[in-house]
């Protein structure tokens, strides 16, 4: 059974940082495109970030700012979300999710098949 579990969350205050990470187990994930996403009280799940399945592409939400940077570590089943200057719309229910791909990126939560629970950051003014 597939199981991913994300931790990290928490509240913080505006221009914080905070880094999120996602466990996997249950099968083996490095062949595979991984991404985080957030849902909002009453929004619609929105993509954040996402890495392909060896590193070599990635790309987040203000990646020009360096807001949010994603990595991972094949080795350990692992991404993490590394997110910068944290404003108080960032504030959400942050998911992590594998692909049903072995491509290189994918934006729509169409496109992931694993999920994990979620983990709650809120980010106060």
């Known amino acids: 059974q597939v199981q991913l579990v994300e931790s990290g969350g928490g509240l913080v205050q505006a221009g914080d940082s905070l880094r999120l990470s996602c466990v996997a187990s249950?099968?083996?994930?490095?062949?595979?495109?991984m991404g985080w996403f957030r849902q909002a009280p009453g929004k619609e799940r929105e993509f954040v970030a996402a890495i392909s399945w060896n590193s070599a592409t990635t790309y987040g939400l203000d990646s020009e700012k360096g807001r949010f940077i994603i990595s991972r570590d094949n080795a350990k089943n692992t991404v993490d979300l590394q997110m910068n200057s944290l404003k108080p719309e960032d504030t959400a229910v942050y998911y992590c999710?594998?692909?049903?791909?072995?491509?290189?990126?994918?934006?729509?939560?169409?496109?992931?098949?694993?999920w994990g629970q979620g983990t709650q950051v809120t980010v106060s003014s």
């Open positions: 999710a594998v692909s049903n791909y072995s491509g290189s990126l994918y934006y729509d939560p169409a496109d992931f098949g694993s």
């Open positions: 249950g099968r083996t994930f490095s062949r595979y495109a």
